[in-house]
């Protein structure tokens, strides 16, 4: 303790720096968690934390006795692997985007592709539902050009979980891919050079140079996407939500807010929120275990 506080005045500007995010973290991400305990209640807001009837895990009971459990369960992990699925897209962009030798139109193709991330979720989904119409969208005029019958696209739950995900595949896969072209920036040049006095082609040189290069990074960040799993993008499920894709759509973010916030069930969709972190939280120690006994990168 000593010899760290020695070391803490020695460097105590960076102390200083670090000071407001170690404070945001305290008052908005650890603080909060004193009120989990709720989840544990039959919470009422006239009598407070304190108060409120304990009822052990009835919550929890009560949820997973639910008639729509197993299909919120379903469509939450169905949703979440579609996702996961889409990982690997940023990370070939990236790979592809550095091989480009025009420096102009690269900064183009950049441009277009992480322009999207700045679209707010309300207007995008309000740009789906445009171009997506049976009557008016692009999309629609499109396949009855091509003599295809138009498809109702937000109206049928079919067609839900894959409109969501390509939706934010479009939106964010420019965005990822910085952090991957960043990592490639920090590959030694003398690798290429080596790679191309023993005669290796741009694919060769890609797969046995720019992949293992980046491959630290792509480690960590798909443990913190395994540590986020289970929690969706509530916003956007919730505005793409309909009452004839609501079989598809209802996952446990939009379950939370219906039950939670309009229903006034503060403990039921506490226990279903502590439920999801749980599951979250195993999976991250899950993988960042599994990459530290492979020897890859992990985060401890």
Known sequence: MRIF???ALMKWQLYVLLAPTILYMAIFDYFPMYGVQIAFQKYRPALGMFRSEWVGWANFER???AYQFWNILENTLLLSVYELAMFPIPVIMALLLNQLTNR???KIVQTITYAP????????VGMLYLFLSPQVGIVNRFLDIVGLSKIYFMGEAAWFKSV?????VWQSMGWGMIIYLAALTGINPELHESAVVDGATKAQRVWHVDVPGILPTI???FILNMGSFMSLGFEKAYLMQTP????SSEIIQTYVYTRGITGGEFSFAAAIGLFNSLIN???LVTFNTIARRMKMTSLW
């Open 244 to 247: 004839l894709n609501i079989s």
């Open 164 to 168: 969501y995900v390509w939706s934010g």
């Open 104 to 106: 102009k139109f690269k």
């Open 219 to 221: 480690a960590i960040l």
């Open 117 to 124: 991330h700045f679209i707010s979720v309300v207007v995008l």
């Open 281 to 283: 939280l195993i999976l």
């Open 5 to 7: 506080a020695k070391k």
């Open 63 to 65: 949820f997973f006795n």
